[in-house]
């Protein structure tokens, strides 16, 4: 159930784009128990989200907390961008990363997940996924964002923070604290357009996916798949020539992946959505 529900939550964020950056980041202003400019599940009398006083700066942090929903059910929610209709912040520039402050009270090897994607003209073009281990005080984290090909400008950020667990299923009393999360430009945001041309067919899939390298010759290359919490369910090398990977897909779970294509030092990665009817 809680994949489930994370993935139903995946799929509404990613499909959901509006038209400054970070909002409220450092979450010192509140309303009605969430952070202003941010969403997250209230759902009492569950301690999924909470305005916390251990904060790595100001007043206020967000506390995440796994909570039991009965007979022993991990229940949690992420921390969403947006009001729960809009689901991202607007840019005026295009991010060349995403940080952010965090502790993570863990159980049971829980992780703390954090996903971004940026929007350009209403289209995803660049994405981060990354999940992080236990940190007992507070630790900085700063991830780079992935371009296909760089965007002139970006019109909006989403970011999504919630507790997981590699296996899909977390674990009753982990918690986090998150802080003081911002984007930042720079003049080494990563151009994969010398990979950026691989191909996914078909895109929305079901039982399998073709991976197509037509600009890989005569170069190793390794193929990774990631869910929408970041959890590695696929790799495969392509040698040499070959430009066609085949991967079969029927033991994926309905929802958004996203492959990456390395090759040497140069990477790529796209999107890709299983569908099983």
């Known amino acids: 159930m809680k994949k489930t529900l994370l993935v139903i939550v995946a799929l509404i964020c990613f499909s959901t784009a509006s038209n400054s950056q970070i909002l409220n980041g450092g979450f010192e202003n509140w309303t009605a128990g969430l952070p202003d400019n941010w969403w997250g599940v209230l759902f009492p009398p569950y301690d999924l989200l909470t305005q916390s006083t251990s904060a790595h700066s100001g007043s206020y942090a967000v506390r995440l907390h796994i909570d039991d929903l009965g007979g022993g059910q991990p229940f949690g929610t992420p921390l969403s961008t947006g009001n729960g209709v809009v689901t991202t912040h607007p840019l005026s520039f295009v991010p060349h990363s995403v940080s952010f402050w965090y502790k993570l009270n863990s159980v049971g090897g829980d992780e703390l997940t954090i996903t971004a994607l940026v929007y350009s003209g209403g289209t995803g073009s660049g994405v981060a996924v990354v999940a992080f281990p236990a940190a007992a005080s507070y630790a900085y984290i700063s991830t780079t964002i992935q371009y296909g090909v760089v965007p002139a400008n970006a019109d909006s950020i989403a970011i999504i923070v919630l507790i997981t667990h590699p296996s899909g299923t977390t674990h009753i009393g982990s918690e986090a604290f998150i802080d003081d999360i911002g984007i930042s430009t720079s003049t080494g945001i990563n151009n994969l357009s010398a990979v950026n041309n691989f191909q996914i067919l078909p895109n929305p899939a ?22 929408a919490t970041g959890r590695l369910v696929h790799s495969q090398t392509v040698y040499n020539a070959e430009k066609e990977a085949m991967i079969e897909t029927t033991s994926f779970r309905t929802g958004i992946y996203f492959c990456t294509v390395k090759s040497g030092e140069l990477e790529s990665r796209k999107t890709v959505v299983i569908i099983h009817p």
């Open 206 to 227: 079901n039982k399998f996916i073709s991976i197509e390298l037509p600009s890989i010759v005569n170069k190793t290359s390794e193929i990774l798949i990631t869910d």
